[in-house]
């Protein structure tokens, strides 16, 4: 499988390359406030507004840095695809502020194991691999957002809809 990998204070994470969208360069992202921390704000993305996780501060607590290898990686946002309703529904997109996401790499999927640690407040860190260059670790999209927090950036209906 095809993995983007990218880098947090020098560990290296993996998105399965059939989970993006599309990997944009550094933009502007709107603040919006009243949400968590971590959820930078969002990008206009063809007209639609995109909300945007800043992975580093989800992670580490610290905001995404501005270097060169900063990118917005636009994702599917497939949470609720188990939801036989939600598979007519044009797919929404979640864009990523991921630093050091430059390159890609093949890795098989036997490869990841538990890392045997638990992770409840880090749902989204998945199993690791092992390579020349040491350990990465699966990181899964559809686990990012808790409830309460697709709630806030995914209302139904929208809540701009029927307001006075």
């Known amino acids: 499988m095809l993995f983007l990998v990218f880098e947090l ?31 930078a704000g969002v990008i206009d993305y063809e007209g639609a507004p995109v909300p945007v996780v800043d992975l580093p501060m989800l992670a580490l607590g610290r905001p995404a840095r501005t270097l060169m290898s900063t990118r917005l990686v636009l994702v599917y946002d497939r949470a609720d695809a188990a939801d036989p309703a939600s598979s007519h529904a044009p797919p929404r997109h979640l864009a990523l502020l991921l630093e050091s996401a430059t390159r890609t790499q093949s890795i098989a999927p036997e490869r990841f194991a538990e890392g045997g640690i638990a992770t409840p407040e880090a749902r989204w860190l998945g199993p690791v691999a092992r390579d020349e260059r040491g350990f990465v670790q699966w990181v899964k999209v559809a686990q990012l957002l808790d409830a309460r927090v697709r709630a806030l950036l995914f209302p139904d209906p929208p809540s701009w809809q029927g307001a006075p």
């Open 9 to 39: 204070d020098g560990e290296r994470y993996a998105l399965d390359a059939r989970e993006i969208a599309h990997v944009l360069p550094l933009a502007p992202v709107r603040a919006f406030p009243g949400t968590p921390a971590y959820i």
